[in-house]
């Protein structure tokens, strides 16, 4: 049973409009959020993080939002650019004997279009 | 050069073959894991090792195994590859509490 589910397998956004990417988590042990970005052919990349005790963390045209009580997570990228298209992967963890295990949702394809 | 490589890049192989995928790093982490893609799904944990001497079963490690064997160096062996282990592979490196991954450009191993 997958305990991080991101449900929109693509996103298609023009360029210069924002882009809203979802995950939705199960186990409240969760104190940790990542979204990954991945290329074709590359492994993913860390983007950006937040900690539990925070609601959202900004990061240039980045921002993640996090609402515990929903259990959902969402990454804004203002404003997307052809170069953002990629599977993004959000990713939660909780810490267990000094090792913090993740669980990765199953990614969103997003497309920006010029 | 990439902090973390993996060779090789793609494999094909056939049932009851015994196979070794191999992971680098150049980051001086501790902390190494390899992980399995497969459509549909999120990345999963197979193993993973704090230092040479620590490791530890992930989530799916049945049918693999690991050998450390160096700080830098972090194999997975498949001792006798099956069809439904055909997936992307990705090794990845760690430090520090918040653990920030660093993955491979991953491996795509078809079993026949």
């Known amino acids: 049973d997958q305990q991080v589910k991101q449900n929109s397998p693509s996103l298609s956004v023009q360029e210069g409009r924002i882009s809203i990417l979802n995950c939705d988590y199960t186990n409240s042990m969760f104190d940790y959020f990542l979204w990954y970005k991945k290329y074709p052919a590359e492994g993913p990349t860390f983007l950006i993080s937040i900690s539990s005790i925070k609601d959202k963390n900004e990061d240039g045209r980045f921002t993640v939002f996090l609402n515990k009580s929903a259990k959902h997570l969402s990454l804004h990228i203002v404003p997307s650019q052809p170069g953002d298209s990629a599977v993004y992967f959000c990713?939660?963890?909780?810490?267990?004997?000094?090792?913090?295990?993740?669980?990765f949702g199953s990614g969103t394809k997003l497309n920006v279009k010029p | 050069d990439a902090d973390v490589t993996q060779t090789p890049r793609n494999r094909i192989t056939k049932t009851g073959k015994r196979i070794m995928l191999e992971c680098s790093q150049t980051k001086g982490h501790d902390r190494m894991y390899w992980y399995r893609q497969d459509p549909g799904l999120g990345l999963r944990l197979i193993y993973y090792s704090f230092d040479v001497k620590d490791i530890n079963k992930g989530e799916i490690s049945d049918g693999y195994s690991v050998s450390r064997q160096a700080q830098a160096k972090f194999s997975l062996s498949l001792e006798s590859a099956i069809p439904n282990q055909t997936a992307l592979y990705f090794c990845a490196t760690g430090v520090g509490h918040e653990d920030t991954q660093y993955f491979g450009p991953g491996t795509r191993l078809t079993v026949l």
């Open positions: 990713a939660a963890s909780a810490r267990v004997d000094n090792f913090n295990k993740f669980y």
